[in-house]
């Protein structure tokens, strides 16, 4: 009888009694739940339930199905020893047996595991056992690294690598001498009653030099697909071991004439067959151990020590130990350890490294600090304001890490297809050999080479290597150029844009509008001023602030505003020095009934021609102005310099912009025009951005939307691909599937053209992947040999299987070296402002 398990679910969303009991009535519905109790207070659900009837993930995806979310864990584990696509089945299959395990994927590039688990119910030490117990390596979890931990695994590469190295000399040296052999000769310099005594002395004498160089070399393909057997699987390894075991064994047999004659000797092919896919897999591990640069510098910044004062005095501790609130010492040359404000001390800082931005920011009292910075020339003391796992830096990190998790759709199909490719491939194998020895009745050694040619020749690693080493190293590349992209699904999605829609405050514009012209109508400008300074002054809007900015320049002493009530995108109505104030757009003051003088009318046009937001303003209760405008205040917000640019070269790949805005037509249009936009969506409220987002879709496009990543986050999220600029650190992480560390349009051009390389060169080695196996395995095979008469050595095969994961790695790795067009210019624009 199997025991009933219980699991404890962390479930968000809940808000009443109403939900609790859906909740308990969907599981309960499920074959296999024994028992529900869903807590509102604690947020959770304990639930009995019958493993052999269900399991973790059935129950979880209920919950979900109900609108409510499920809090799970999730860890990043480091694993050695993995090989091929099936080795990235075998470790999946592993994690996901274990019951507590809701997802695990793993990437073969970055040899990670991404685990999303239940920890009440599974925990890293049963993770560590499964992947053990598969035969592979646990390495440790990625995010925990100690110095020592870090040392330990780059020995072990480094001790992996080498033994690799030693059995390719060692395979080398031993195939050049068995070639010799065939052709010195022995009989002169061997005793001659050898060969009269023994029978193929010269098999046996290849033999003896052969074994004991052939079990070092290939030892490790056979322990692998040992364990790849044990495990039920089929993998490279087994088909390579059936390759150069078959090799050798017939060898072997033919020396004692056993079932075979003396004429098959393959001791030289089956040691420099070993050597071969032994040297395949040394560049390839060489090579993927290149793919995660980007992440080991991204660890490397993070720095080891802090000095913090405590009682008056400088204590040095671990960086780890710094505690919000700590004040932090900072000398020159030290790396920051923490992210906090400045109290004390003026110095510039290196931000290159988190932001991309080349030269140093200087920081002073009040000033932001982020961790793993590099300070200058002056010491700095600053308030731990986030440490740890909190900081910016970490935040990348894990962002980076996750990312580089993900599967596109086009790796998916791929993956499916490589559990089929083993058994083709053997198929094809056995195929080979009856076709050429029982129906072209082609000699046996022949049939035999072509057997193990076909086995040694396919390649499953070309095709689950194609998708994770280009998505490892392009996401490394853009948390590089400050661009952080959440997933492969956002490449994806990304390449497929065909409209990109940007909000205008705040990302097309600096955010900082201003009033530069002021009309009115019944009072004079100061007052105009007062009164809409005072009105505004308890909104947090940006033009709100901008008005009030300027009432302070003018050394005004605004009035307490009463009443006071905010009307998004319309304005805003309040009562200052006891009588009503409106200020805001003409639809707000439609709305109300508020007529407008012409004069004041066509002074407002005026400003909306040049591009500038016309506020206007009524004072209720003031003599002569009852129920008619009485001044209009025009503000502007600058437009960024890299928005012309960045729009230049979105038109450029053949995407339609489009500019969504608060704005009246008459002014949008005029600043879209004057950055080259076409299209514009005006006098949008804030709310609706995302419907017009939705609508944009509906039409047929593929919209990417670019807004700051806090105002716009439903419309980030509506978009196919959201597109989150940042302000220096003060990035929204949480928003968008591409954040931008810096607050320049560009990045968020280069961003796309990322992702187009990205997904242009996953397309191509998924390409050369397939046409490598489709054009060689028939070759191997025999195809060509009635026509021309051409057949494939095994050692060849051998070869050429080394180095047809290696192109495909090798081609990931040229995204190293990509530098996206707009990032180009955005480069040559700085040379040309001297900044």
């Not at 793993?106 to 239940?118: F, G």
């Not at 390409?767 to 095979?781: E, K, S």
Request: aromatic fraction near 6%; include cysteine.
């Amino acid at each position: 009888m199997v025991e009933g398990k219980r699991a404890d679910l962390k479930v968000g969303g809940m808000m009443c009694a109403a939900c609790t009991s859906a909740i308990e009535k969907a599981l309960l519905n499920l074959d296999g739940v024994s028992r529900v109790q869903v807590n509102l207070g604690s947020e959770s659900a304990a639930v009995e339930y019958d493993p052999r009837k269900l399991k973790l993930v059935d129950i979880e995806g209920v919950i979900r199905d109900l609108g409510y979310e499920v809090i799970d864990q999730q860890a990043i584990l480091k694993i050695g020893g993995m090989a091929c696509a099936m080795c990235v089945g075998a470790i999946e299959a592993a994690l996901s047996n274990l019951d507590g395990v809701v997802e695990a994927r793993v990437n073969l590039a970055a040899e990670k595991a991404y685990v999303t688990y239940n920890p009440s119910m599974v925990g890293l030490q049963e993770m560590k056992k499964a992947i053990i117990d598969s035969g592979y390596q646990f390495l440790g979890v990625a995010g925990e690294e100690t110095e020592e931990a870090a040392k330990r695994e780059q020995e072990l590469r480094e001790k992996d690598l080498s033994e690799k190295k030693q059995r390719i000399i060692i395979g080398f040296a031993a195939s050049i001498l068995l070639m010799a052999m065939m052709h010195l000769p022995l009989h002169q310099i061997i005793p001659s009653w050898i060969f009269t005594a023994l029978p193929n002395p010269m098999n046996l004498i290849m033999l003896v030099v052969s074994l004991p160089v052939f079990v070092y070399v290939s030892y490790p393909i056979f322990k692998a697909a040992l364990r790849a057997l044990s495990n039920r699987t089929l993998d490279m390894d087994v088909m390579y071991g059936m390759g150069i075991g078959v090799a050798y064994v017939s060898s072997i047999l033919g020396t004692f004439n056993i079932v075979l004659t003396p004429d098959f000797m393959f001791y030289e092919t089956a040691v420099m067959l070993a050597t071969f896919l032994t040297l395949g897999r040394y560049l390839e591990a060489n090579a993927k151990g290149r793919t995660s640069e980007a992440i080991r510098k991204l660890v490397g910044l993070q720095p080891r020590k802090a000095t913090i004062l405590r009682g008056g005095r400088q204590i040095e501790v671990a960086a780890e130990e710094v505690m919000v609130d700590d004040l932090v010492l900072v000398r020159p040359g030290e790396k920051v350890p923490a992210d906090g404000l400045v109290v004390e001390g003026e110095s510039y800082v290196d931000e290159s490294m988190i932001t991309g931005e080349p030269l140093p920011a200087f920081k002073s009292a009040g000033e932001k600090v982020v961790g793993g910075t590099l300070n200058k020339n002056g010491s700095l003391t600053f308030r731990a304001t986030r440490v740890g796992k909190d900081t910016v830096l970490a935040g990348i990190i894990a962002l980076v890490q996750e990312a580089q998790g993900s599967r596109p759709a086009m790796q998916r199909i791929a993956d499916r297809m490589v559990v089929y490719f083993i058994p083709t491939i053997l198929t094809i194998a056995a195929a080979a050999f009856v076709y050429w020895y029982l129906i072209a009745h082609n000699t046996l050694l022949f049939s035999l080479t072509a057997l193990i040619s076909v086995l040694v020749v396919a390649c499953p690693c070309a095709l689950g290597l194609a998708s994770p080493t280009a998505i490892t190293v392009g996401i490394g590349r853009g948390a590089e150029l400050g661009i952080l992209v959440k997933s492969g699904e956002a490449l994806e999605a990304a390449d497929r844009l065909s409209l990109v829609a940007f909000d205008k405050t705040g990302t097309l514009t600096v955010g900082r509008p201003d009033v530069v012209d002021l009309f009115a109508l019944g009072m004079n400008e100061r007052e105009l001023l007062l009164f809409a300074a005072s009105a505004e002054r308890p909104s947090e809007h940006p033009l709100a602030e901008a008005v009030v900015r300027r009432a302070q320049e003018e050394g005004l002493d605004l009035i307490p505003a009463e009443q006071f009530r905010a009307l998004p995108g319309k304005g805003v109505v309040a009562r200052v020095d006891g009588k009503r104030v409106v200020a805001g757009n003409r639809i707000l003051f439609g709305e109300m009934n508020i007529d407008f003088p012409d004069d004041l009318l066509q002074k407002a046009a005026a400003y909306e021609e040049e591009g500038k937001t016309a506020m206007l303003l009524a004072v209720e209760g003031r003599e002569g102005m009852d129920g008619r405008a009485g001044g209009v205040l025009a503000i502007s917000d600058q437009l960024k310099d890299s928005a012309a640019s960045a729009i230049e070269e979105l038109k450029g790949m053949d995407l339609e912009v489009v500019m969504i805005t608060g704005d009246n037509p008459r002014s949008a249009a005029r600043v879209a025009e004057r950055i080259g936009i076409q299209k514009t969506l005006a006098e949008v409220l804030p709310e609706e951005k995302a419907h017009e987002v939705r609508r944009l879709r509906e039409e047929g496009s593929r919209v990417g939307f670019v807004g700051d990543g806090i105002n716009d986050a439903p419309a980030l999220a509506e978009a196919d691909v959201g597109i989150a600029i940042g302000s220096g650190t003060d990035v929204a992480i949480e928003t968008g599937d591409v954040v931008l560390m810096k607050d320049d349009l560009l990045d968020a051009v280069a961003a796309i053209q990322l992702s187009r390389k990205v997904i242009s060169r996953i397309k191509l080695n998924i390409f050369w992947a397939f046409a490598y196996n489709a054009l060689l395995v028939p070759v191997a095979a025999g195809a060509l040999y009635p026509v021309y008469g051409i057949t494939f050595r095994p050692e060849l095969a051998g070869l050429a299987m080394a180095l047809s994961s290696v192109t495909v790695v090798t081609l990931s790795l040229l995204l190293k070296r990509y530098v996206p067009p707009a990032t180009r210019r955005k480069a040559i624009r700085i040379e040309g402002t001297g900044g």
